[in-house]
């Protein structure tokens, strides 16, 4: 697991944490991005199906021996729970992913905190809904190492609710991390219906993987073109990618040690290096932000919520 | 496994101002649910909820006709100044509320800290779909009631209900909200706003109506187009997950159409789970609204409890409801998920 210091100097390196991959790849895709992970900047990778419990490309001892690869390459890895928890099959996941004692799991639901907690290091994920610094101080006593903060909070927010200079502490007196989303398609809601089948006409339970086709989401425009949203299954996403390439130092005073880059199907080996290369070296933002498309990622950008704006806006910094 | 006794579910509806509190309690409201005039609840809209004095007389009116006042402090403590939530806290406990119904983990924490005595209502703003999430806030908090989101299937509801021995609330009638309740931003990532940090959706103050040539009508959210209506065409307040928008060329209503819960048909169904209280939506409908609604509902939820065996619902009942359904359409909800 990354150090932590209480303070965040500005050269302190902000370690890059690889999210889950929520979209519907098939397994052999999967395993291609994790391979190509072993050689990233990538300082965590968080491994798991947070999205659809129908989806199983890989079950829990499949993620689990993935992860002991990426061990073996030199990553922290923790394990991610689903996001919304309704069946016992699902708490009975839960239960599994709490018998397991190699790894850290993020938890997405109050659910995962009462099965977890005690159990296994936690990790606070950013569907659990801490918005100020009391509520944190509520979940640090669960175990917590690291807090993702939601994706709607400010920056100023995040750095109130754990500032640099006075972080929360578990009981053990470990100072919590703090990790903000900054690349990627902004999950904004769940559902127990799937958006994806719906738009095909089938029902949830027969059908028929069709968002396996989708590696970046399906795409939803406004009735005059504009790119708004991305059905996901039973998850709904922005088609903006939130991207905080250029804000290096107000993630550095908003007391932000990682930062979370959200797996895209096209060009996110590259996007991860040039993560690396900006925040914790000189290259300049712009010019990678310029050459991302040409990769294949995913457009357009924003950067609204940072800023306490509408999140889909985006201001170039 | 916990085997709930069948019982009679109180009716708890809702109050948008001091008119409508004293509609839900002469027409039969064992309990109504209100919140004051700021963020600090999840119907924040202008010119409703109350002040004070309107709470104090509110709970004077309900006391004295035998019906219970909650409070909805269910949005989350904005950590710049999470003050207000606090003292909302508190001001429950002075004008006498007999619970509050609350969401974030901050405000519970100075509940049980400060108020020990309160009663406790885990919002369905908290997101607790499972035995095990109800029990976390039971735990650490001492929660009495969880109001179940409205994503869970009949079956769900009974599966939760035989794992726990918190009270379990679900809601009857009133907008669905498609999304699980406190785990949507959709709003935010258009307006800046959303339930969860400001207690609005799809805020009034980013709608933009625009006439266009042919005589049909854009409705905008800030300059996203929710949806775009013919000349002829019946018009919707513009709900973000209510508009029509384009999936592969397709026009549709690719999240939700707009449609109402009632679950007026299942109340024997309910009972047999052991359901303590049935909730109403819509504090900020009208008073004539939460009066004749609270009306239907009382007279239902009685006849049930008079006769299980031989109930129905009436065409008139079914006919009142119908009036005031959004979209004038009617669906179980996810409590029968017709489309799993």
């Known amino acids: ?317 | 496994m916990i085997d709930h006794p069948p019982r009679v579910p109180k009716l708890v509806c809702p109050a948008g101002s001091l008119r409508a509190l004293q509609c839900a309690v002469d027409a039969g409201a064992d309990a109504v649910y209100l919140g004051l005039k700021d963020a600090t609840n999840a119907r924040n809209f202008a010119g409703m909820n109350f002040d004070d004095g309107q709470i104090r007389a509110g709970v004077a009116h309900a006391h004295a006709r035998g019906a219970e006042v909650l409070m909805a402090l269910n949005t989350f403590a904005d950590a710049r100044d999470p003050q207000p939530w606090f003292r909302a806290a508190d001001k429950a406990v002075a004008l006498g509320a007999d619970a509050l119904i609350v969401a974030d983990s901050a405000v519970m924490a100075w509940c049980r800290d400060h108020h020990p005595q309160l009663r406790l209502h885990l919002s369905v703003q908290a997101s607790a779909t499972t035995h095990a999430a109800i029990e976390f806030y039971r735990e650490r908090y001492g929660i009495r009631r969880a109001v179940l989101p409205r994503v869970l299937t009949i079956q769900q509801v009974a599966q939760v209900a035989r794992n726990t021995a918190v009270e379990l609330e679900v809601f009857g009638f009133g907008s669905l909200c498609v999304m699980v309740e406190g785990r949507c931003t959709l709003s935010s990532w258009v307006t800046g706003q959303s339930p969860n940090n400001a207690g609005v959706c799809s805020p009034a103050a980013a709608v933009r109506w625009t006439d266009r040539p042919d005589g049909g009508v854009d409705a905008r959210l800030n300059d996203v187009l929710i949806d775009r209506y013919a000349p002829t065409e019946a018009r919707g307040y513009p709900t973000l997950c209510k508009g029509r928008f384009m999936v592969e060329g397709r026009r549709e209503y690719a999240l939700e159409e707009p449609t109402s819960l009632n679950t007026l048909a299942l109340i024997p169904q309910l009972m047999d789970i052991g359901i303590s209280a049935i909730k109403i939506e819509g504090r900020q409908r009208s008073a004539a609204y939460v009066e004749q609604v609270t009306r239907v509902w009382r007279g239902a939820i009685d006849r049930a409890a008079a006769d299980r065996a031989h109930y129905g619902v009436t065409p008139a009942e079914a006919a009142a409801l119908a009036r005031h359904a959004e979209g004038q359409q009617h669906t179980l909800g996810a409590y029968e998920r017709p489309w799993r």
């Not at chain 1, 209480?6 to 391979?35: C, D, K, Q």
């Not at chain 1, 989806?55 to 061990?71: C, K, N, Q, S, T």
């Not at chain 1, 909070?153 to 900054?182: K, M, Q, S």
């Not at chain 1, 559902?191 to 399906?218: E, I, P």
């Open chain 1, 1 to 317: 697991m990354t150090s932590m210091t209480a303070n965040a100097s500005p050269h302190e390196r902000i370690a890059l944490t690889v999210g889950p991959v929520l979209y519907h790849w098939p397994r052999a895709a999967l395993m291609r991005f994790y391979a190509d992970l072993a050689d990233s900047p990538a300082d965590t990778v968080v491994l798991g199906e947070v999205v659809c419990a129908r989806r199983r490309e890989l079950r829990l001892d499949d993620w689990i021996g993935l992860a002991r690869e990426l061990v073996q390459a030199g990553k922290d890895v923790v394990l991610a729970a689903q996001a919304l928890v309704e069946t016992e099959a699902d708490l009975r996941l839960l239960e599994h992913q709490g018998e397991q004692a190699e790894f850290a799991v993020e938890a997405a639901d109050a659910s995962a905190l009462q099965l977890l907690a005690g159990r296994v290091p936690l990790v606070l994920g950013p569907h659990l809904n801490i918005y100020s610094r009391a509520a944190l101080v509520e979940h640090a006593g669960l175990g917590a190492t690291r807090w993702v903060a939601p994706v709607e909070l400010a920056l100023d927010a995040i750095a109130l609710v754990n500032p640099p200079a006075d972080r929360v502490c578990t009981p053990a007196g470990d100072p919590i991390a703090t990790e903000v989303w900054a690349f990627g398609r902004v999950p904004l809601s769940f559902s127990a219906r799937c958006f994806t089948a719906r738009h095909h006409g089938l029902a949830k339970d027969q059908c028929g993987f069709r968002c396996l086709a989708d590696a970046d989401g399906l795409a939803m425009h406004s009735s005059d073109g504009q790119p708004f949203l991305v059905l996901n299954g039973t998850q709904t996403q922005s088609a903006a990618l939130q991207c905080l390439l250029g804000e290096a130092a107000a993630l550095r005073d908003a007391g932000a040690q990682r930062v979370r880059l959200s797996p895209c199907a096209q060009g996110f080996g590259e996007v991860l290096r040039d993560f690396d290369a900006v925040l914790n070296g000189r290259a300049p933002a712009p010019l990678a932000l310029a050459r991302w498309p040409g990769l294949g990622v995913p457009v357009p950008f924003s950067n609204g919520y940072a800023h306490r704006r509408p999140g889909m806006e985006w201001s170039p910094s």
